[in-house]
């Protein structure tokens, strides 16, 4: 489902256990922060059992159901099966003979401990998966009352802390330094109004902007450019190039166009963060962020940009544009962005400070195209002239990206924007 995603949220089963099913039939509805996802099946059988209920989280690479499949496929899969039963016992063999730290406090940096209810401090990766998407600090996780085997947390107990409102979640330690910042205990005044309820896309939005800023150092560098030859050029050959080649001529190709062009020129800037680790991508694909009609947010992708003419750029933001206004991106058109662009100027803003595309390490917010009186200079000096003048916005990971990289990589896009070749031909 992509590299930045780890984990789906089952919709629907449209198989119940026992029923049969033919090959490439769908099976269920998964859906992730991007879009929903339809799993069809491998093979004709029976669906046996499912592990998963409608609404549960499941991380990518976990097993959702038990099928059991036609004679033919068995046949093909039979070593296939075996081998992975084996190497299974070798992995629950090896993982029992971790023991578990207990304790009954928590050690952190600065020497504090704080009150745990249970005495075992061992989660599960679907614990830590949950506690990730609720934010739940693994301090507070120790504070929830375990009732699992040999005082385990379980994921019902989980769920019920989060249910009666995390009640613990501004505990103080118990040992904290009296000099120490402490929490306040507040209570807001929520106010009365009509409730709308998140949908599932707009939670799993909050959730992955939430992520990004708590993972990522953001710092904005801005740049303000000239785009008046861009302008004046598009305006003049918009009709023309509609006509030769059945496309319109938006701004936006122009923009992709020119941030590949700059990122080919600063490698690093295409990358993005492994623990210690930082991996610069060999493809440039840029996202789009794009409005979707129910006025969420989805970014589908331009790949390959920097290896793409005019014309084919043109043909591949109007085909994700329109699929986005019609809810049919695929899977395979919202995935593997490298870098990516938003047109805040679309809705009127002069800048933006873009929030990181998680897993890349910068983003770009173009601002609106506004004409106004500028001091430029011409052969007969400086002189006064109505000029398009534009914003632009990079949000970059100080992580691995610091002030003079950031800083000359919106520059180098702003001077392709201002040294657009106005003779240059469709």
Same mark, same amino acid.
């Given at each position: 489902m992509g590299e930045s995603i780890t984990e789906g949220t089952i919709i629907n089963w449209l198989v119940s256990e026992g029923e049969a099913f033919e090959e490439g039939d769908i099976i269920l509805e998964v859906a992730t922060d991007k879009v929903d996802n339809e799993v069809p099946a491998p093979a004709s059988g029976t669906l046996v059992k499912t592990l998963f209920s409608a609404k549960d989280v499941v991380p990518v690479g976990e097993v959702m159901a038990i099928l059991e499949v036609s004679d033919e496929m068995k046949s093909s899969k039979n070593d296939t099966v075996i081998q992975s039963d084996n190497e299974e016992s070798q992995k629950k063999k090896s993982f029992k003979k971790k023991r578990p730290v207990t304790s009954n406090t928590v050690k952190m940096s600065q020497s504090n401990s704080f009150s745990v209810n249970n005495t075992n401090t061992f989660f599960s990766p679907l614990i830590i998966s949950i506690a990730k998407e609720q934010h739940i600090s693994f301090e507070e996780l120790a504070r929830i009352p375990a009732t699992g085997k040999e005082g385990r947390l379980r994921k019902s107990d989980v769920f019920q802390y989060i249910e009666d409102g995390?009640?613990?979640?501004?505990?103080?330690?118990?040992?904290?330094?009296?000099?120490?910042? /402490?929490?306040?205990? @507040?209570?807001?005044?929520?106010? !009365? &109004?009509?409730?709308?309820?998140?949908?599932?896309?707009?939670?799993?939005?909050?959730?992955?902007?939430?992520?990004?800023?708590?993972?990522?150092?953001?710092?904005?560098?801005?740049?303000?450019?000239d785009l008046t030859n861009m302008v004046n050029w598009r305006n003049a050959n918009k009709k023309a190039f509609q006509e030769k080649y059945g496309e319109r001529l938006t701004f936006t190709p122009l923009f992709v166009e020119a941030v590949a062009k700059a990122v080919k020129d600063f490698p690093n800037i295409n990358a993005s963060v492994d623990g210690t680790n930082i991996i610069v991508k060999e493809d440039i694909n840029i996202g789009m962020a794009t409005a979707l009609p129910s006025g969420n947010l989805i970014v589908p992708v331009v790949k390959n940009a920097d290896t793409k003419d005019l014309k084919q750029l043109a043909k591949n933001v109007?085909?994700?544009?329109?699929?986005? /206004?019609?809810?049919? @991106?695929?899977?395979?058109?919202? !995935? &593997?962005?490298?870098?990516?662009?938003?047109?805040?100027?679309?809705?009127?803003?002069?800048?933006?400070?873009?929030?990181?595309?998680?897993?890349?390490v910068a983003i770009l917010a173009l601002g609106i195209i506004k004409k106004r009186p500028e001091v430029i200079e011409s052969e007969n000096g400086d002189e006064i002239a109505i000029r398009s003048m534009m914003y632009l916005s990079l949000s970059f990971d100080h992580r691995v990206v610091d002030g003079f990289l950031g800083g000359s990589f919106v520059r180098r896009v702003a001077d392709y924007f201002e040294q657009f070749d106005t003779k240059r031909k469709i």
């Open positions: 995390r009640p613990y979640k501004f505990a103080q330690s118990v040992m904290q330094d009296p000099t120490a910042y /402490r929490i306040p205990q @507040l209570t807001f005044e929520k106010g !009365k &109004g009509k409730i709308v309820e998140m949908d599932r896309m707009r939670q799993m939005i909050a959730d992955h902007m939430v992520y990004s800023k708590h993972i990522s150092p953001h710092v904005t560098a801005y740049v303000e450019a109007n085909e994700l544009a329109n699929k986005a /206004r019609e809810n049919k @991106l695929s899977g395979d058109d919202i !995935k &593997g962005s490298t870098f990516t662009i938003s047109n805040v100027g679309t809705f009127g803003s002069v800048m933006g400070t873009p929030i990181i595309n998680q897993p890349e």
